[in-house]
């Protein structure tokens, strides 16, 4: 199985307080519709909402959507590799905005969060 990769690196670094404990998040364009990504692939906006909208309600609102530091072989996400939860996902004109918590707690959340400390632009995809 081959897996279908688009990477985006126009993503904002956030620091957020909530209870004298601060989280640190990525956000920005997670997915792009209507536009000719590098795999040659063009998604019609109304495939993306309703795959957006399924990944909500499956993932996002049961905390069970996680991601990995590095570009994962296969569609599966590796938990010794987890750096990040996607904690939400919506559309914004052609493009789905999405906001990641950097899990900091983890080896890999670790390792991005120190990337991002010293100025490194990690991407999405």
Do not use: W
């Not at 364009?29 to 495939?47: K, S, W």
């Not at 052609?94 to 906001?99: C, S, T």
């Amino acid at each position: 199985m081959k897996l279908i990769t688009e990477e985006i690196e126009s993503v904002e670094i956030i620091t957020e307080e909530k209870n004298g404990v601060q989280s640190l998040y990525i956000t920005g364009p997670f997915l792009q519709a209507e536009v000719t990504n590098r795999n040659g692939r063009c998604y019609p906006f109304t495939i993306l909402e309703r795959e957006v909208r399924r990944y909500n309600d499956t993932f996002i609102k049961n905390g069970r959507a996680l991601g990995e530091l590095g570009h994962p072989d296969g569609p599966t996400v590796n938990l010794d590799r987890v750096s990040h939860k996607i904690v939400s996902l919506s559309p914004d004109g052609d493009n789905f905005i999405g906001k990641a918590q950097i899990l900091e707690s983890t080896p890999m959340g670790k390792i991005a969060k120190n990337l991002l400390d010293e100025g490194a632009k990690l991407g999405v995809s």
